[in-house]
């Protein structure tokens, strides 16, 4: 058996380049509570996404969760059922309910023709997802917000780096989170971030993640531990150094599998949402029902030769058992995510992928 290929595989720096960084830390002997590497860190990714603030977070789900108190929200919030779980967690976990609407079936993000007939008096706010990191319609979004007086919050976990031709699409919505979970193209370890569009609303998020602290004596709300750590921090700072060669990397492997998948009958290779600056985070195909074998005897094939692809998203979040009596979780109601979700199948991508590697997963592919 060939070693296993996995969907995934974290970008690690040389050892040796981390140690300066951890010997720093044992000799200021600060690990967390905004240390140095936490506020280098925040300025140096505020440089390179173009942003103006940025509050770290020890991972990207509690910077949803945050993000929700920051910005107050309550009642029924409008979202994606086609993501990862953390999307719709984070707004049980504030009291709030889900309002699940389909997605559009070329970019497989929230369909904004499917917002406003999901709008009650209860709704509050957009929480849609640049799936696989390809942009939202923002435009139309916010427009619907703006129509409505609702918040939108973006979970950006799979964006970093990504940019419309206006800049960072971070900067759309009231808020945007970033993920830097060990499988993102950017890595903390663990991390996230929420990007601020001012220093005010910076400050209330400093303080809801650090238990609602002001200083030694004070606290304004109910806030929650979501520091990052020093550790985390530092490893951001090396990771900054690494990151456009990772990403490069990323976007040959794309290439790769792109042109050597174009003409297989059934195939079908999701495209870009018009972002002028990818980050070649995932690379999902749709197993259509012209090709010879359905998306999970594809899946298994792989499997059997040691190559671990993933049916991402599969089963959506609306199947989830805390979720599917909801009304607006029921099938007939997101027809294209959950055709989506029979169809996909993520194909390994990641910048130590080398040419034998993804060569075994076109063969498969190809010739089935």
Same mark, same amino acid.
């Given at each position: 058996?060939?070693?296993?290929?996995?969907?995934?595989?974290?970008?690690?720096?040389?050892?040796?380049?981390?140690?300066?960084?951890?010997?720093?830390?044992?000799?200021?002997?600060?690990?967390?509570?905004?240390?140095?590497?936490?506020?280098?860190?925040?300025?140096?990714?505020?440089?390179?996404?173009?942003?103006?603030?940025?509050?770290?977070? *020890? /991972?990207?789900?509690?910077?949803?969760?945050?993000?929700?108190?920051?910005?107050?929200?309550?009642?029924?919030?409008?979202?994606?059922?086609?993501?990862?779980?953390?999307?719709?967690? $984070?707004?049980?976990? /504030?009291?709030?309910?889900?309002?699940?609407?389909?997605? @559009?079936?070329?970019?497989?993000?929230?369909?904004?023709?499917?917002?406003?007939?999901?709008?009650?008096?209860?709704?509050?706010?957009?929480?849609?997802?640049?799936?696989?990191?390809?942009?939202?319609?923002?435009?139309?979004?916010?427009?619907?917000?703006?129509?409505?007086?609702?918040?939108?919050?973006?979970?950006?976990?799979?964006?970093?780096?990504?940019? @419309?031709?206006?800049? $960072?699409?971070?900067?759309?919505?009231?808020?945007?989170?970033?993920?830097?979970?060990?499988?993102?193209?950017?890595?903390?370890?663990?991390?996230?971030?929420?990007?601020?569009?001012?220093?005010?609303?910076?400050?209330?998020?400093?303080?809801?993640?650090?238990?609602?602290?002001? @200083?030694?004596?004070?606290?304004?709300?109910?806030?929650?531990?979501?520091?990052?750590?020093?550790?985390? &921090?530092?490893?951001?700072?090396?990771?900054?150094?690494?990151?456009?060669?990772?990403?490069?990397?990323?976007?040959?492997?794309?290439?790769?599998?792109?042109?050597?998948?174009?003409?297989?009958?059934?195939?079908?290779?999701?495209?870009? &949402?018009?972002?002028?600056?990818?980050?070649?985070?995932?690379?999902?195909?749709?197993?259509? *029902?012209?090709?010879?074998? $359905?998306?999970?005897?594809?899946?298994?094939?792989?499997?059997?030769?040691?190559?671990?692809?993933?049916?991402?998203?599969?089963?959506?979040? *609306?199947?989830?058992?805390?979720?599917?009596?909801?009304?607006?979780?029921?099938?007939?109601?997101?027809?294209?995510?959950?055709?989506?979700?029979?169809?996909?199948?993520?194909?390994?991508?990641?910048?130590?992928?080398?040419?034998?590697?993804?060569?075994?997963?076109?063969?498969?592919?190809?010739?089935?």
């Amino acid at each position: 058996m060939k070693p296993p290929i996995y969907v995934t595989q974290p970008y690690l720096p040389p050892l040796e380049e981390f140690i300066p960084y951890l010997q720093e830390i044992w000799d200021k002997k600060m690990l967390t509570n905004g240390g140095p590497f936490h506020q280098q860190l925040e300025k140096a990714l505020c440089d390179y996404l173009g942003v103006k603030h940025l509050a770290l977070f *020890s /991972n990207g789900t509690l910077g949803l969760i945050t993000a929700l108190q920051a910005l107050r929200v309550t009642g029924e919030v409008i979202t994606t059922p086609y993501s990862f779980v953390a999307t719709a967690h $984070s707004l049980l976990w /504030n009291g709030i309910k889900p309002m699940f609407v389909d997605v @559009d079936p070329n970019t497989l993000n929230l369909d904004p023709a499917r917002i406003e007939a999901a709008i009650t008096p209860h709704t509050t706010a957009i929480m849609p997802v640049h799936c696989y990191g390809h942009p939202c319609d923002v435009q139309a979004i916010q427009k619907i917000a703006d129509n409505y007086n609702l918040k939108v919050i973006y979970d950006a976990a799979h964006a970093f780096g990504v940019q @419309d031709e206006g800049g $960072s699409v971070l900067r759309h919505g009231d808020l945007s989170v970033l993920s830097f979970h060990a499988t993102k193209v950017f890595n903390t370890f663990e991390g996230g971030a929420i990007i601020c569009p001012d220093a005010k609303t910076k400050l209330r998020i400093d303080q809801l993640k650090n238990f609602g602290y002001v @200083d030694e004596v004070t606290v304004v709300a109910p806030g929650i531990n979501g520091k990052m750590s020093e550790i985390n &921090a530092a490893f951001g700072m090396l990771q900054l150094k690494h990151v456009d060669q990772a990403l490069a990397r990323r976007k040959s492997i794309d290439a790769t599998y792109r042109e050597a998948l174009k003409n297989v009958r059934g195939i079908r290779c999701l495209q870009d &949402a018009g972002e002028q600056v990818a980050n070649y985070s995932y690379f999902p195909i749709l197993v259509e *029902s012209d090709y010879p074998l $359905s998306r999970d005897a594809l899946y298994q094939k792989l499997k059997d030769s040691n190559i671990y692809a993933r049916r991402y998203f599969y089963p959506l979040i *609306s199947d989830f058992p805390m979720y599917r009596g909801m009304p607006s979780a029921h099938r007939e109601n997101l027809p294209v995510a959950s055709a989506a979700a029979q169809k996909v199948l993520c194909l390994p991508i990641y910048p130590a992928l080398n040419p034998p590697d993804w060569q075994r997963v076109i063969d498969i592919v190809q010739g089935a």
